[in-house]
C-alpha cells in the first residue's frame, strides 16, 4: 500500500533559522507529491508540488527517488509559516494519500 | 483559483438522525470530488471518491450505507450520515480537482458533532 510518512509532528524554530520538514513514501509506480498546507482557522491548500520544480513563499522542496523522500525546505523561517503542513501522495484517480502532517511553529 | 464551498461548517445533531453536509464547487465543474475524515490531531482519510453521476467509490473499510454519497450535478456532492451516532463525530472535508485535475481544491470542513 502506498504509504508517506511524516516523523515530526512538531517542528519548532526560531524566526530566520532554516526549516525542513521531512516526507518520505512508499509507492510502486512514479510518484506525483505535494505538500499542502493549513494556516490558522483555514482551509487545505496546495503549497508546492514536485512536477512543477517551483518555490512557492520560500519553500521548496526536491523528490529524491533513491531516498524515496520529499522534504519541505525553507532557507530562513518566517512567522507567518506557522501552520500544519501535509505530505501528499496522488494515487490513480486524483486520489490523495496524506502524511500525519506536521505544525510547524515559527517563535520570535 | 478554484473555490470549493461546504456547508454547513458546524453541525450539531442528536444521535439516531441523518446530517447532510453539501460540497460546491464555484466557478468550475467537477465530475469527481472527494470526501475525507480527519480525527482531531490526525491525519486525512480519504472516505470515498463522489463520481457525477454514478455511484460513488469507497475506500476499505467505510460503510456505504452509513455514508451516502449522491453527486447530483458537475458542481455538487453530497455526504449523508445516516443514524448518526457519536462515534460519527468527526471533521468532514470535501476537495474537488481543478482544471489540471492534479490540484485539489478543498472546502472548508464541516464539524459534525453526534450528542
Known amino acids: 500500500a502506498q504509504r508517506v510518512t511524516q516523523p515530526e509532528k512538531l517542528l519548532s524554530v526560531f524566526k530566520g533559522a532554516p526549516v525542513e520538514l521531512k516526507c518520505n513514501y512508499s509507492?510502486?509506480?512514479?510518484?506525483?507529491l505535494f505538500w499542502y498546507v493549513q494556516y490558522s482557522r483555514q482551509r487545505l491548500q496546495l503549497l508546492l508540488r514536485?512536477?512543477s520544480r517551483e518555490s512557492i513563499k520560500g519553500f521548496t522542496a526536491d523528490l529524491n527517488k533513491g531516498e524515496t523522500s520529499f522534504h519541505l525546505k525553507k532557507p530562513f523561517a518566517q512567522e507567518e509559516d506557522s501552520a500544519m503542513y501535509y505530505c501528499?501522495?496522488?494515487?490513480?484517480?486524483?486520489?490523495?494519500?496524506f502524511g500525519a502532517g506536521t505544525i510547524l511553529r515559527v517563535k520570535s | 483559483g478554484a473555490v470549493v464551498s461546504q456547508h454547513p461548517s458546524r453541525v450539531i445533531c442528536k444521535s439516531g438522525t441523518s446530517v447532510k453536509i453539501e460540497c460546491r464547487s464555484l466557478?468550475?465543474?467537477?465530475?469527481?470530488m472527494f470526501w475525507y475524515r480527519q480525527f482531531p490531531k490526525q491525519s486525512l482519510m480519504l472516505m470515498a471518491t463522489?463520481?457525477?453521476?454514478?455511484?460513488?467509490?469507497?475506500e476499505q473499510g467505510v460503510e456505504k450505507d452509513k455514508f451516502l454519497i449522491n453527486h447530483a450535478s458537475l458542481t455538487l456532492s453530497t455526504l449523508t450520515v445516516t443514524s448518526a451516532h457519536p462515534e460519527d463525530s468527526s471533521f468532514y472535508i470535501c476537495?474537488?480537482?481543478?482544471?489540471?485535475?492534479?490540484?485539489?481544491?478543498f472546502g472548508a470542513g464541516t464539524r459534525l458533532s453526534v450528542l
Open positions: 476537495s474537488a480537482p481543478g482544471r489540471g485535475q492534479d490540484i485539489q481544491y
Open positions: 509507492y510502486s509506480g512514479s510518484p506525483e
Open positions: 514536485h512536477i
Open positions: 501528499a501522495l496522488a494515487e490513480y484517480g486524483n486520489k490523495l494519500v
Open positions: 466557478d468550475f465543474q467537477a465530475t469527481t
Open positions: 463522489s463520481n457525477e453521476g454514478s455511484k460513488a467509490t469507497y
